[in-house]
């Protein structure tokens, strides 16, 4: 069974910076890419960035020029990098893993919690 955990959620000051972490567990194959959305209760889920096993990547308008994000395609983790936080940015961050071929999947984490807050 395939699971995803986040980690490194929490509270940070505005201007602050974080990194959450997205650790895969079980066995997976074809993974396409991953990524972060995120959550605020009673809004849409949005995109933050998601990076393709080639390199590629694409981010949220309110990610671009202050999140970076990474992954390790041996051991499937994928690191979101946040800088000068705000405290729009304040939401539950929730990982994905996409696979392809016939028996293409989506994955989801539980979600790591990011409070920006004095």
């Known amino acids: 069974q395939v699971q995803l955990v986040e980690s490194g959620g929490g509270l940070v000051q505005p201007g602050g910076s974080l990194t959450l972490s997205c650790t895969v567990s079980?066995?997976?194959?074809?993974?396409?890419?991953m990524g972060w959305y995120r959550q605020v209760t009673g809004k849409d889920r949005e995109l933050v960035a998601v990076i393709a096993n080639n390199g590629g990547t694409t981010f949220g308008d309110s990610a671009k020029g202050r999140f970076s994000i990474s992954m390790d395609n041996v051991k499937n983790t994928v690191t979101l990098r946040m800088n000068s936080l705000k405290p729009e940015d304040t939401a539950t961050y929730l990982c994905?893993?996409?696979?392809?071929?016939?028996?293409?999947?989506?994955?989801w984490g539980k979600g790591t919690l990011v409070t920006v807050s004095q």
């Open positions: 994905d893993l996409v696979t392809g071929g016939q028996d293409s999947r989506v994955y």
């Open positions: 079980g066995a997976v194959r074809n993974v396409v890419a």
